[in-house]
């Protein structure tokens, strides 16, 4: 993506159809890995001990990858995966440069290749929060950190010669596309839901861009939306009236259950970041962002934001694969975090 200039208009577009993937919004992580054997591969998998990221972690394990999980609280960690004897715990914290750097140092000095990286750690709707640099916590925690971290660990996904990085996204996407004149929120009234909206896209165009450096090196890039899972920590910021209003919990206060319209159980949400990190279908692939197991569609550009998330149409929003888009926010990400793509 050195010159945009260089791709068709709607090169991103004409990637973005769904394919006969097998599965469907009812399919598990342990379902779309069947079959395959990861021994001898190695992951690291971030928030990989709570959620769709623990899911993840424990049928890549079950595959027969070795799995490095980074963790800001180790106990936790070593509590939720304490019957998984290939994953090692490792001190990291997204929001922390040096933090990051650290762990990732130890990575490349091990010796190892990665051959899949999903950044699956997120927060949610947080209140206005910053880093020790002043960058607002959800574009910090979910985009700026996962960058520096693929970047940081680049040699390790080459050495592999056939690696895949894989970005969490949600539908929450809509909400918002890169502010790329505030994106920290430094001038602009804070808004929840529009910084969480604004560091999904950046998830989305972040693959999209990564995709086009590393194809060449045999590495591919997704995104994913992984379904609206109410069972996890993610929800932590919401009240019950929020939930009941977002369509994920019943007057009772009982999730809401409907894969077909994205509400699912941990074991579907997390099949889709499996698929995108493991299924040769996609073999040859990449910058494509997914749902249900599948490459999702284009929604139009007008396609409006509605609280409740079953009633989304699926699929991704333009702005947030577009080529120009994407290098935008590849150079600012090098800006912001002084690290930079060689």
Request: proline content about 4%; glycine content about 8%; charged content about 20%.
């Amino acid at each position: 993506m050195k010159n945009n200039n260089s791709l068709p208009l709607d090169y991103r577009s004409t990637l973005q159809k769904p394919i006969d993937s097998g599965f469907t919004a009812f399919s598990t992580a342990e379902e779309v890995i069947a079959g395959i054997d990861l021994t001898g591969k190695v992951a690291i998998v971030t928030g990989g001990y709570a959620g769709i990221g623990l899911e993840t972690v424990r049928v890549l394990h079950n595959a027969g990858a070795h799995i490095i999980v980074p963790a800001r609280d180790i106990n936790k960690a070593m509590a939720a995966l304490k019957n998984l004897s290939r994953v090692e715990v490792r001190e990291m914290d997204l929001m922390n440069p040096d933090s990051v750097s650290s762990f990732t140092k130890d990575f490349i000095d091990s010796g190892k290749s990665l051959n899949i990286l999903v950044n699956s750690a997120g927060i949610m709707a947080s209140p206005l929060m910053r880093d020790s640099r002043g960058y607002e916590a959800q574009f910090s925690t979910n985009h700026l950190g996962h960058f520096q971290l693929t970047l940081q660990l680049w040699s390790a996904l080459v050495k592999s010669k056939d690696a895949r990085v894989v970005s969490v996204s949600l539908w929450g996407h809509r909400q918002s596309a890169i502010d790329f004149d505030d994106p920290n929120f430094e001038r602009r009234d804070y808004n929840r839901m529009l910084a969480y909206g604004q560091s999904k896209t950046a998830n989305i165009l972040f693959a999209v861009a990564l995709d086009w450096r590393g194809k060449n090196d045999n590495i591919r890039a997704f995104s994913l939306h992984p379904g609206g899972i109410v069972s996890t920590d993610l929800k932590r910021y919401f009240t019950t009236e929020e939930l009941e209003l977002a369509g994920m919990i019943d007057k009772e206060g009982k999730p809401i259950l409907d894969p077909e319209r994205s509400l699912k159980t941990i074991a579907q949400g997390a099949a889709t970041s499996v698929w995108c990190a493991t299924n040769p279908v996609l073999n040859g692939m990449g910058g494509v962002y997914c749902e249900n197991s599948n490459i999702a569609p284009l929604v139009p550009s007008d396609a409006l934001v509605n609280q409740k998330i079953g009633s989304l149409p699926l699929g991704v929003m333009p702005y947030a694969i577009g080529e120009e888009s994407a290098e935008k926010l590849w150079e600012l990400s090098e800006k912001l975090t002084g690290v930079v793509f060689n």
